[in-house]
């Protein structure tokens, strides 16, 4: 198992940047998937980036193309995800979770972050 932690997230102005870090224990960090997700109110929880154990292959959902960028330190067990150019829209409470290599499903969850981007 992993156990994942975010930190980071807070509040932004229209236009501005964040850093969201997700400290990683319990599981050697070349052994999984690291995906980031947000939950805004009313909405479904979705994909925002991934990126490979390995960091090799990255994966951002269209809304964030081009403004957000994941990255991954595995001697540091810690991964990031980079907002820049913030939306109203991105506020959200934003997750980390973890994809074992082999398996399907991301089966550990950080607590979440709170991300509010002012108008």
């Known amino acids: 198992q992993v156990q994942l932690a975010e930190s980071g997230g807070g509040l932004a102005q229209d236009g501005g940047s964040l850093r969201l870090s997700c400290s990683a224990s319990?599981?050697?960090?070349?052994?999984?998937?690291l995906g980031w997700f947000r939950q805004a109110p009313g909405k479904e929880r979705e994909i925002v980036a991934a990126?490979?154990?390995?960091?090799?292959?990255?994966y951002y959902a269209d809304p964030v193309k081009g403004r957000f960028t994941i990255s991954r330190n595995n001697a540091q067990n810690t991964a990031y995800l980079r907002m820049n150019n913030l939306k109203p829209d991105d506020t959200a409470v934003y997750y980390c979770?973890?994809?074992?290599?082999?398996?399907?499903?991301?089966?550990?969850w950080g607590r979440g972050t709170q991300v509010t981007v002012s108008s």
């Open positions: 990126i490979s154990f390995n960091g090799v292959n990255t």
């Open positions: 979770a973890a994809k074992f290599r082999g398996e399907r499903d991301y089966a550990f």
């Open positions: 319990g599981r050697a960090a070349n052994m999984y998937t």
